[in-house]
């Protein structure tokens, strides 16, 4: 049963920086992909970031480019996501996601993580 359980979530002031982790357990693979969404408050979940396995690219959503840094460890099979300049529009739940290609591709999710930023 493959768990991500995140971390680091919290309330911080604009203009401050908050990192997130997402460790991955119970998998015989290394994961593929691993990735951030966020959900704000009446809003539909949104791409945020994502690390790619293949390669070791990464993409960002506009709004986040040149404030958040997703990066991993891959002996951990740990995300993290370093978010700097935060402003109120980034409060939100930040999920963790993890994908698998074998066969199928195969998503895992994080329970969330609340990040509160006030004015």
């Known amino acids: 049963q493959v768990q991500l359980v995140e971390s680091g979530g919290g309330l911080v002031q604009a203009g401050g920086s908050l990192r997130l982790s997402c460790a991955a357990s119970?998998?015989?693979?290394?994961?593929?992909?691993m990735g951030w969404y966020r959900q704000a408050p009446g809003k539909e979940r949104e791409f945020v970031a994502v690390?790619?396995?293949?390669?070791?690219?990464?993409n960002y959503a506009d709004s986040v480019k040149g404030r958040f840094t997703i990066s991993r460890d891959y002996a951990k099979n740990t995300a993290y996501l370093q978010m700097n300049n935060l402003k109120p529009e980034d409060t939100a739940i930040y999920y963790c996601n993890a994908r698998l290609r074998l066969n199928r591709i195969i998503d895992y999710w994080g329970q969330g993580t609340q990040v509160t930023v006030s004015s």
């Open positions: 690390a790619r396995g293949n390669d070791g690219s990464t």
């Open positions: 119970g998998s015989s693979f290394s994961m593929d992909d």
